[in-house]
């Protein structure tokens, strides 16, 4: 029998995502090809899908919703309502709590 360590934090539970090894809990959706590094979190009602990294100590929380060709590093906080499309690199930001769009690639609507 297989004994599970559950992990808590911020009172929701939370798992290793199976690419990168990063928390994200069960209250995010974070598609498979989402790369979340070992150190990085995914909370709240965070929306990730796409060919989207999240790694170092950065995190996405809120009810985020990060798409595309985008990369969240370093010490980035990207929270609240923003939406992130084809954004390139994100990083070393203290933190991003929005409640607009912002969307980097030209073909983006």
Same mark, same amino acid.
């Given at each position: 029998?297989? *004994?599970?360590?559950?992990?808590?934090?911020?009172?929701? =539970? +939370? !798992?290793? %995502?199976? *690419? @990168?090894?990063?928390? $994200?809990?069960?209250?995010?959706? &974070?598609?498979?090809? &989402?790369?979340? @590094?070992?150190?990085?979190?995914?909370?709240?009602?965070? &929306?990730?899908?796409? %060919? $989207?990294?999240? =790694? *170092?100590?950065?995190?996405?929380?809120? *009810?985020?919703?990060?798409? @595309?060709?985008?990369?969240?590093?370093?010490?980035?906080?990207?929270?609240?309502?923003?939406? $992130? %499309?084809?954004? @390139?690199?994100? %990083?070393? &930001?203290?933190?991003?709590?929005?409640?607009?769009?912002? +969307?980097? !690639?030209?073909? +983006?609507?």
């Amino acid at each position: 029998m297989t *004994n599970k360590k559950e992990t808590i934090i911020g009172g929701v =539970k +939370c !798992h290793r %995502h199976s *690419n @990168g090894g990063g928390f $994200v809990a069960e209250t995010a959706t &974070v598609e498979a090809t &989402v790369y979340v @590094g070992y150190n990085a979190r995914v909370h709240g009602n965070a &929306v990730i899908r796409g %060919h $989207v990294t999240v =790694k *170092n100590s950065a995190q996405v929380f809120g *009810n985020a919703v990060i798409t @595309g060709c985008t990369n969240v590093l370093g010490s980035a906080n990207l929270g609240g309502d923003i939406k $992130v %499309h084809d954004a @390139g690199d994100i %990083h070393d &930001v203290s933190d991003i709590h929005a409640k607009y769009d912002t +969307c980097y !690639h030209e073909m +983006c609507e």
